[in-house]
């Protein structure tokens, strides 16, 4: 009877051991798979919610990374509006000038006038379509 004792301890012995190294290899193929030493509390409480802060933190700048590219790329459609503006704006001052030639009568002067008023109508055209997100860029 002693000896079926000592088999069944050296057995319970065995499989303890097997259960702790099973325990040992999913802890490291967990970490493996994760690429990250600590994947739960019970790996490193403290760690583990230092690295849940700065997880948070990481996807809040990513997302503040984000919207300052759509930012950016809002800011280029309103520049290039401003561009196109500032275009038309210096093809009426040349017309304008033009226009205040002692030498010009009336059909030309008349005709510049056109001219300006059509120039005027484009600008309107970029100011209503400068959108982002269908919301006029520049209001008023």
Avoid: C, P
């Amino acid at each position: 009877m002693s000896t079926r004792i000592n088999t069944n301890i050296n057995a319970l012995n065995a499989l303890r051991s097997l259960t702790d190294v099973n325990n040992k290899m999913s802890v490291s193929q967990l970490r493996l798979a994760t690429g990250k030493r600590i994947n739960t509390a019970a790996d490193d409480a403290a760690g583990y919610t230092i690295a849940k802060k700065m997880n948070v933190r990481t996807e809040g700048l990513g997302q503040a990374l984000s919207n300052i590219g759509s930012a950016k790329n809002l800011v280029t459609v309103a520049e290039g509006h401003l561009n196109n503006i500032v275009d038309i704006l210096t093809q009426m001052k040349t017309k304008a000038t033009q226009a205040a030639d002692d030498s010009l009568g009336t059909a030309e002067r008349t005709a510049i006038k056109s001219e300006l008023a059509s120039l005027s109508n484009q600008i309107n055209l970029e100011v209503t379509q400068a959108t982002w997100n269908s919301k006029s860029i520049f209001s008023g």
